[in-house]
């Protein structure tokens, strides 16, 4: 299995761009999530989806949209990018029980 | 906002020594975990302890949970250098798995 898969590992957008982040499971997880690692703290969470068709917001979902049409892809889009969305963003699953969630290897993204 | 708060945000310590990171937080919950990542790296979870246990192992960690006071402990013990990261709590409430994060912190262990 190759668990959670991010791309790309690396992103520089200007500012007023848009982008789809890509996560991946193998693992037949229902639940995904994306966070954002900023220096400094810990993980923020964006949004989330409990199974296929469903998502909702984390702590700070303005900016970002989400859709999972599969239960094995979440992607993440920037709508218009700026300054602020300057981070590491991660992706993870778990599965029903335990919740310990499997994170991806991040994606860096800078915006100019 | 942070439910967890890690203390100390930094520890330095010898290879062989123990090393000790607190994690207090805010609402009642269902578990908490810990979460080590690597520098550059995705998180990597270590343990979870449910809001009914007070304490659990797991090879050199060990994990105490005292919901009176809203803190958890993370013991490494015999540290070695690899175990060198950052290291989060993270808390669950109700039958929710959304995860709330610590700020972590630090350990450093010297060779």
């Known amino acids: 299995n190759a668990g959670v898969t991010q791309t790309p590992k690396f992103q520089v957008l200007k500012t007023g761009q848009s982008m789809t982040l890509q996560c991946a499971q193998d693992?037949?997880?229902?639940?995904m999530s994306w966070y954002r690692q900023d220096p400094g703290m810990g993980l923020r969470l964006i949004h989330y989806?409990?199974?296929?068709?469903?998502?909702d917001q984390g702590e700070v979902p303005n900016g970002y949209n989400v859709s999972r049409s599969t239960t094995e892809d979440f992607p993440l889009r920037l709508l218009s990018a700026a300054p602020s969305q300057t981070s590491v963003y991660f992706c993870?699953?778990?599965?029903?029980?335990?919740?310990?969630?499997?994170f991806g290897p991040g994606t860096r993204l800078t915006v100019t | 906002s942070q439910q967890g708060e890690e203390d100390p945000q930094a520890l330095s310590i010898q290879e062989g020594e123990n090393a000790t990171m607190n994690c207090s937080y805010k609402t009642s919950i269902n578990n908490l975990q810990w979460y080590r990542q690597n520098s550059g790296r995705g998180l990597v979870h270590l343990i979870l302890i449910r809001s009914n246990e007070r304490e659990k192992h797991s090879g050199r960690l060990r994990v105490t949970l005292d919901t009176s006071k809203k803190s958890s402990s993370l013991l490494i013990t015999a540290s070695r250098a690899a175990d060198t990261a950052s290291y989060f709590c993270a808390t669950s409430e109700g039958s929710a798995r959304q995860l709330t994060f610590g700020s972590g912190t630090q350990l450093t262990v010297l060779p």
């Open positions: 993870a699953s778990s599965g029903l029980s335990p919740h310990e969630q499997y």
């Open positions: 989806s409990v199974g296929a068709g469903i998502t």
């Open positions: 693992m037949n997880h229902e639940y």
